[in-house]
């Protein structure tokens, strides 16, 4: 009965490996796909691949943070990673450049990762610090410090995420003012976006919850490295499905250019004869 146990447990051991070492090489995979010379290289897909590169980093960093940070000779005190400050903020520039906001480079946008910025600080800071006292301080509070760092995630990630879906709801109701069909404007795979990181800030809530009510959290990174990896893989999978997303670059009919050329003034009949095509077949209702 051991040995079974001791099978069973060794196995799913692997296989959570596999999963989130899978995880990371798909995430890297689908920035490569999204980047290849045959993609329109929209600015959208930009920021999806920053966004997929930071959830694959902070998968990595979760695996090895510990096991990097035990060769450095500086002393870290660990508040908690870092990374999870980068997915919320990213999430939303890449939400306003899919919605036409275009986003323009200024100093400003540093705010949108100062919490990224400040924990790294104190953590290569804390121990530093020449005073018993504090020191003293930082062991006796220490999971104060820690519910602090997951309510500031869980609110920083609770309000992106509402201004992502009150940016998807505002530029729904123009889509479906402007065109006869949602389809290639990426309603379904903004829905099927925002389920992810809704799974994404559970766990959150959850982890926030462990560190107030449970003892043992040490399961807690394995579980949120799974959840990024399981993420990453949903997100590639749907993302590679998405014409808005994936969308091969435009193919120009020398025809249809020199048609258009042709003449300098449009021919009245042949405007004529297209006002009454419009009208009378209303061609624009047909999604294709």
């Not at 060769?71 to 306003?96: C, Q, V």
């Not at 879906?165 to 006869?180: F, K």
């Not at 809704?198 to 003892?215: C, E, G, T």
Request: glycine fraction near 4%; charge should be positive.
């Amino acid at each position: 009965m051991q040995t079974l146990e001791a099978n069973l447990k060794a196995f799913f051991g692997q296989l959570f490996l596999i999963v989130i070492y899978g995880g990371i090489v798909q995430g890297i995979f689908i920035v490569l796909l999204l980047n290849n010379n045959a993609v329109r290289k929209g600015r959208a897909n930009l920021f999806l691949s920053i966004l997929l590169l930071a959830l694959s980093f902070s998968t990595a960093h979760i695996l090895f943070a510990g096991a990097v940070l035990d060769h450095i000779s500086a002393e870290i005190y660990s508040i908690g990673d870092p990374t999870f400050y980068l997915i919320a903020p990213l999430l939303w520039f890449y939400t306003l450049e899919l919605t036409g906001v275009r986003i323009q480079w200024r100093w400003s946008l540093l705010l949108h990762f100062l919490l990224f910025f400040l924990i790294i600080i104190f953590s290569l800071s804390f121990r530093s610090v020449n005073s018993a006292s504090f020191v003293s301080f930082l062991d006796s509070h220490q999971r104060l410090i820690t519910i602090l760092f997951w309510i500031t995630v869980v609110v920083q990630f609770s309000w992106y995420l509402l201004l992502v879906h009150r940016q998807w709801t505002a530029y729904q109701r123009v889509i479906q003012q402007e065109v006869s069909s949602t389809e290639n404007v990426s309603i379904e795979w903004v829905r099927f976006f925002m389920i992810v990181f809704m799974v994404i800030n559970v766990l959150f809530l959850f982890s926030l919850f462990a560190a107030i009510h449970l003892q043992d959290g040490s399961w807690l990174p394995k579980a949120t490295a799974l959840v990024f990896s399981l993420s990453i893989f949903a997100l590639g999978y749907k993302g590679i499905l998405q014409k808005e997303v994936l969308q091969k670059g435009e193919i120009k009919d020398s025809k249809i250019l020199q048609s258009a050329t042709a003449k300098e003034k449009p021919d009245p009949t042949k405007l004529d004869q297209l006002r009454a095509y419009m009208d009378e077949k209303k061609p624009y209702l047909d999604p294709e």
